[in-house]
Structures are given as C-alpha cells and as structure tokens.
C-alpha cells in the first residue's frame, strides 16, 4: 500500500526589495527559525525610481529571471508554503503594478506590497523576535526607504517611512554627498520616532548596513563574525560613519573584498545616513539585527503562546534535540543546576538564569567529536550559531560554560583570549563554575535521565554535599569525590559525597 505524501513543512519568503531580490527558505514555521537556504540578487530595482518614477528596463529583467530560479528552487526543495513581498520601490515606481503581476504569474503566488508603516511594523517584530526584550529604535534601511519605529519588549509603535534608502539617496542626490547630506539632514531633523532615542539602543536593519558592521568587524580585529547582536558605543559608531566616508570618498574602500560589488557605492550613503541618525536621536548603543521584516513576517504568523517564547531557548531546544545524546537529560540538568544555585544561594539575574539554561540545553551537542577538539569546536560551534535572541557577551558566556565542561578547568587547557575578552572576569567565573558542575553531572550520569533526580545538594555552613540515593550509590567512585570537589573550591566551598 503506498503511503500518503507527507506535507512538507518548510517555509519560504521570496522578498523583492528595491536594491535585492532574495530567496529564503526557513526548516519550518517556529519561534526559533533555522535557514536551510538563503539567495540573493542585486537588481537594484529602485535605483532611477526616484528620478524617473520608474522601475529600470534591466533591473526587471534582471528581477524576473531571478525569481523564475527562485520559483525553481522552491519546487525541487518542495517547499511547503511560500509568501513573497515587494517594498519600496515597486511600491513608489509608476510600473510596479506591473512588474508585480508578471512577477506573481512568475511565483505562483501573491505579492504582498508593503505600506511604508507595514514595512517598519514587520522590521520591528523582525527584532522583537531576534533580539531580547528591545528596547529602543528600529531604523530599517533599504534601497529605497528608510522605516523607523519604536519598540519595548513585544510592544510596537507607529512607524515612519523616508525616502532615504541608499539607492533612493544616490538618486535624489544625483550622486553628490553634499547634496545628499542636505537631504537627510532635512528629512530627519524632526522625525518624532528619532526623538525617543536618547539613551537607548538603535537597532540597525538592512544589507548595507550589515556591510557597514562587517567591515567595523574586520577592522577593529574583532573576533566574533557574527552580524547579529553586533554591538557599538553610540560615539564610535559616529566616527566610523564619518571614517567611512572620507575612506570612499578618498577611493579607498574600492577593492574591499568583504562588500559585494554592487553594494560598495551605497556604504557611503548608509554611513552618512546612519551619521545623522545619531546625532539626532542621540542613542547610547547602536546593534546591528540580521532579523528584520522577513522574519517579523513569520513572527506575526505565529500564535500568541508561540510567540510569547523565548527564542535562545527554543534554539537550543532544536540543537539540543538534534547532537545531543538525551534531550530529556539536558532538561533535568536544568532542573538539577537550578537546585544547585538555590541551595548555595549563587545570586543570578533571570539574564543569567536564562543563559544557564541555555548552556544546559548546548552541554552535550559536541559528543560526537573526537575528545580532544571537543572544547574548542562547541566553543565554535555556539559564538558562531545562526540564532538570535541573545548578545555576544552572552554567546561567549554559553561557549565558554560548555568549553570548561569538556576541556576541563586546567591552565594547560584555556579558551582563546579574544573570547574570554568578551565576558566580564565574573562571567568568566560563572562560566568556569556552570562547566565544573556539568563536568559533574554528566560523569555521575553518562547524559542518562533517571540518575540527576536522584541525586541532591545539601549545604552546612562552608560545606556542600552531594547525596546520592540508595539506588544509585553504586555510581560513587573517586574520580565523582575529585570533580565534586573541584566545584565545591569554585563556590567557596569544600565539598563531600555522601550515601543515602
């Protein structure tokens, strides 16, 4: 009998914007999305649009062959569903209704266009849901429009679009920076949006200014290559914009390899609009977010209790899940730190408690690894993930809890500095005590349920004991008496084993 098809459950997005037109198709609808496949192509559809009022013969042409791939690409993926929106300039050019009726026969599906208060809505559900509990301005910058709205937590407000994308800006200006500067300086000096930023973060979304941040990565020598949860004083930020420009101005940005071609004459826009931002909203920090309004597009899809989770933990529920050899045991290792803090009364944040729970869920993932590359490639494998919902400080606390429980705590077996540097010296600390009770937990149950419940912490005065159950005593040996030890010295404490 021949079985029924199973319905795939993938998603893809096909986002048709005013300077690329992308393909990404995510595992499947869920709080914590994970990219099986991310295409994009620089058409510049928005580029004379401004100037002419519309679209560019080539630049459709160009859009049009890219979504019939991209329309292929869904079909041999078999891709569940598929949603595709448009922005700016098919939104603004005199020929985008045409366009997009040839590009929905193309795509099988419709096109949503985007409103300019839609398009900053979605940017910032796209942070709600890659960035934890923001709070700040979401500035959203594309080829033709920047969005700018405001966000706290899951609450959004009214949005603002502006003409002052980068291809709309290298439009209007007719390629003069002076003229452009006059532009923007106009455009933003009295937006409302910008005025609630003094003191917060704003929050960066957009291709070139993700180009702006990779090129502050490289330079800086910073070692993370992670675009999300960058993070910038307000005040460097402002003068790496102003760096920038005299660099491109000078020609001396032409061949920066890291810069797609076709994105390279745009940075100096980006960095003079970003500039300006600045210096009237006057934040503390500015944070670059890969997520933006294709991934707000699917939050909003999502029911309430699925959005209301939090997106670090869902992702390392899903890692978890997948390397780990026991999902179940990384939760009653949860369960079994959580009674360990408790019980030394380890003070904690509920950032902190988070993050340990996370480390929990990651403390497994890197057991099929030869021993020895163990530490170093789930150090890797976590400051590298392609998740969202927490900091690069808190990437290196995770990486570094996880490293101590496979390197071990010894001087001969120390993380690489460029990490370490990321945490505060107390992160470390914390990270090196969460590592020493993993290093405990997994060697009394070989990442087994069943054998954590059964044991218990039991603090008197300078203290801590480990009490096993009668049905699990056999599990004491020496080498559990030396780990508990280690981590009793970590707490402060000295430590013992005891039978029940």
């Known amino acids: 009998m021949k079985r029924p098809r199973k319905r795939a459950s993938s998603v893809a997005v096909i986002d048709i914007g005013s300077n690329s037109v992308r393909l990404v198709v995510y595992e499947a609808m869920a709080r914590s999305l994970v990219t099986i496949f991310n295409e994009k192509a620089l058409c510049g559809l928005g580029r004379e649009v401004q100037s002419t009022g519309l679209l560019a013969p080539d630049a459709v042409a160009k859009a049009l062959t890219s979504l019939r791939r991209f329309r292929a690409l869904c079909r041999i993926q078999k891709v569940g569903r598929v949603y595709a929106i ?33 398009e900053a809505k979605l940017s910032a559900l796209g942070v709600v849901s890659g960035i934890h509990n923001p709070d700040g301005i979401v500035g959203d910058l594309g ?72 090129i502050h990565i490289v330079q800086s020598g910073y070692p993370l290559r992670v675009m999300h949860g960058y993070s910038i004083p307000a005040a460097d930020a402002l003068d790496f914009a ?17 810069v797609a071609d076709a994105r390279r004459p745009l940075l100096t826009y980006a960095a003079l609009v970003l500039e300006h931002i600045i210096q009237v909203a006057k934040p503390k920090t500015i944070v670059f977010s890969t997520f933006g309004v294709r991934e707000g597009l699917l939050y ?37 730190t959580d009674r360990l803090v408790r019980v030394v009364k380890l003070r904690e944040t509920d950032e902190d408690r988070r993050l340990r729970h996370a480390a929990c869920l990651l403390s497994d993932i890197g057991w099929r690894v030869h021993p020895d590359h163990r530490g170093e490639e789930t150090l890797s494998l976590i400051t590298n993930g392609n998740f969202g919902s927490i900091s690069h400080q808190g990437r290196a606390f995770v990486a570094l809890s996880v490293f101590y429980r496979y390197a071990g705590l010894s001087e001969e077996n120390e993380p690489p500095a460029l990490v370490r540097e990321l945490v505060l010296p107390a992160m470390d600390e914390r990270a090196r005590v969460l590592g020493a009770a993993f290093r405990v937990a997994h060697l009394i149950s070989a990442a087994r349920t069943g054998v954590l419940p059964a044991t218990h912490f039991r603090s008197r005065g300078r203290k801590l004991m480990l009490v096993f159950e009668h049905q699990m005593v056999d599990l004491v040996a020496d080498r559990v008496g030396s780990r508990f030890k280690q981590l009793a010295r970590l707490i402060g404490r000295s430590g013992s084993i005891l039978r029940r």
């Open 143 to 214: 080829g033709g429009s920047l969005e700018l709205i405001d966000v706290h937590g899951n609450r959004v407000r009214s949005g603002v679009t502006l003409p002052l994308g980068s291809l709309a800006l290298q439009d209007l200006s007719h390629k003069s920076l002076k003229r452009a500067g006059r532009i923007v300086r106009n455009d933003l000096v009295d937006v409302a949006q910008l005025k609630a930023g003094r003191g917060r973060t704003f929050y960066a979304v957009g291709g070139t200014w993700r180009a702006l941040a990779r």
């Open 86 to 118: 448009a922005t700016a300039a098919c939104r603004d050019a005199s020929n985008g209704a045409d366009f997009i009726a040839k590009a929905e026969r193309i795509c099988g599906v419709p096109i949503e266009i985007l409103s300019g208060p839609r």
């Open 242 to 258: 102003r760096r920038l420009r005299r660099l491109v101005a000078a020609n001396m940005l032409a061949n920066i390899e890291i």
């Open 300 to 336: 909003e899809m999502l029911p309430q209790p699925e959005r209301a989770r939090d997106g670090l933990i869902c992702a390392a529920q899903t890692l978890n899940g997948l390397l780990s050899r026991s999902a179940r045991h990384a939760e009653e290792l949860i369960g079994w």
